[in-house]
């Protein structure tokens, strides 16, 4: 009797030392963003870091060592110094929130490559001869989803449109967003559902979206669809579904090569009322509240 009562307690001490070591694994909250060539767009991303903190003691939530923003490219910190951080840190799990609207090639395919999640040989040469590093490391990952997976994207774009609308029955709205041609389909569908929230909650009755690349294609993809919706309404509101940058900015440069021609941008909208949002998805509460939840359901979860 007293070997079985010896042996239960051994059995007792190595499952209680057992639940002690797991639950203080250290763990952290990385936010991973694209990145930009231009801090400004990136020091929006770069607040993220505060306000989660913020609502994370607010919350009394004492789970992770630390909050911290990286980006694939163009700027620091790169994931592959954050996760060196982590390690000189002794940190053992990384929560990783990826920044993107949707599912996308960077999505699904770059940022996993980096992290050190997906193997596919081609992907990993392309990414290094993109001068990007992959991630060798034994701290354990979660990689969570994009915004679209939550009602986030609909709330905001709906504050962007109302910050522009005077008079909603002689409004259109026309939605810019970046696209992906592997997810198509869900882009598709996902834009076409901000418009009907947009259009239920507002009384607007015209809608379209265009998918336009930062940086590319405004002039041949976007000023078609914002001419077709300025003929049928008095006033067309322009907002855009990207990270850290409004449309105001697509339609500030002064010349635009438009239909084979050389174009000047007050030309192509004389005469129009055509207003463009100065501001993206950020700075928005929003977003980082939504960080925030994400990272509560994965502990939760465990």
Known sequence: MRKINYFSFIVFVLLFSFN??????????????????M??????????????????????TKRFESVRVAFMEFAEPSIHSAIKEFERAGIQRVFAVPLFIAPSGHSVFDIPTILGLYGDCEMRERIKKEGTAIVQTEINMTLGPTLSSSNVLKGIMLTRVQELSTK?????????????????????SMCQDIGYYICAHTGIDYFDYVFVEVGQGFSSQGVPVILKAAEKKSKTLVVGLYLSMGTDKMASSPVFNFMGKQTNVK???????????????????????????????WVNER
């Open 20 to 37: 002690i070591v797991f639950s203080q694994e250290k763990a952290v909250l990385l936010i991973i963003a694209h990145g930009s060539p």
């Open 267 to 297: 030309n192509l909208f004389s005469g129009k009322n055509i207003v463009f949002s100065p501001t993206g998805l950020l700075p928005d509460i929003r977003v980082a509240k939504w960080i925030v939840d994400m990272a509560n359901s």
């Open 39 to 60: 801090s400004k767009w990136n020091d929006r991303v770069l607040k993220l870091e505060d306000e989660v903190k913020t609502i994370l003691a607010k919350n009394e």
């Open 168 to 188: 909603p029955d002689s409004e259109a709205v026309v939605l810019l967003a970046h696209g992906d041609d592997d997810f198509l389909t869900f882009w598709d």
